[in-house]
């Protein structure tokens, strides 16, 4: 639809005579010069507290945020992209997702800050990245700042994806925290140096409306885990106390912001590394419950067999041995191939393990029951089941 509606209207500026191109230009002219006092009052808002030797500081150090734009274009292009054309999931290529992104696709710990579950979560996140990178990011530098935000998310991310790898997780919550845990920093070293050409006080308290809004969104959202967020609000401000120091004279330099992005880029490898093979149980779990169905379909079909005189005792037992002990067999073997399951499944699959085995059991015991005439044994299976059936019963049949 955004490509369609973008075709539209170059044919339809193609088609116009050039009267009409004048015109058309001249009312979007008037249009934005009618937002004028409305975008003017809100750089005034961002501009807030600020100090002269601080204004100074930014207009020497850069002209524009460049990483803080770029982010705010890209919540918003990716939000629109998505709802504008439904026929491309652009959710799902980017969101973070235990299976996948543990398995290969690790570019989802970045993209998945990008995705928004709705329009306020959006906003709300733009706005506190724009609040503080307009001064922010000038202040330390883009390389500092889009490293900041970077390795937060990855942090966070990853965080995400070992506490609840099966569901997504999305937003950029855990990202925008190691920003502000950045500016902690860099306030905290201005408060230590006395310094006028760094963040002060006041220009802290400034952002303070817009980080309450911000906390209240992230914690009631639940997009990302509370923890992961404050992961990413301590690992900005660690990257901040050892960046912003130097602040009040000059940026960071180059080679100190590379080495930090490259030992925390180490760090999230080693983080990584356990996380990697991450699968999803889900469909082997709900074959437990069909397998049993079908298995104990298949004995009560020979059962009755063996009440008209259709079949022995031998005969039963080799329809579980032929019929029932392989389907259940090849359930415990998928079980027990599955590699790393999410934490929050981890217990299913272990309870399904335990039914598989136990069930192999007191089929097995039963078999041997029937082939040697020993009712004892008969008993014995009934209890093995019932615990068989006990850890069944355990397992949702849809999750």
Known sequence: MLLSAIVVSALAWYIMTPAERGRALAACSQRL???????????????????????????????????TMGIATANVAIHAWSHLDPATPVAQMLVSVGPKTTNGEWWRLITTTFV?????ELLVNTLAVVQV????ERLVGSLTFGAVYSVAAVFASLYAVSGSGFGPTLGASGAVSGIYGLLLATWMWGALQHADSTLRLGTVKAFAPVAALFSLVALASGALPAEAEYLGLATGFTCGVLTARPVRLAMPP??????????????????AVPLRGMTDPRPTLATAAEVEERTTAAYDAALKDFRHGRLDKIGLAKVIDGQILPPLRSLRLELQVLGRAPRELKPLVGTAEIYALRRIESWKIRADALRSGNSRGLRDAETVERAALERLRAIPRQF
């Open 133 to 136: 990178g307009m001064v922010l």
């Open 116 to 120: 928004h579950s709705n329009v306020f």
């Open 254 to 271: 180059v080679r100190r912001v590379a080495t930090i992005a490259a030992a925390g880029a180490y760090l999230a490898i080693v983080a």
């Open 33 to 67: 010069a009618s937002l004028w006092p409305s975008t003017r009052s809100l750089l005034g808002f961002f501009r807030r507290e600020r100090s002269e030797a601080l204004e100074e500081a930014l207009r020497q150090r850069a002209s524009w945020p460049l990483v």
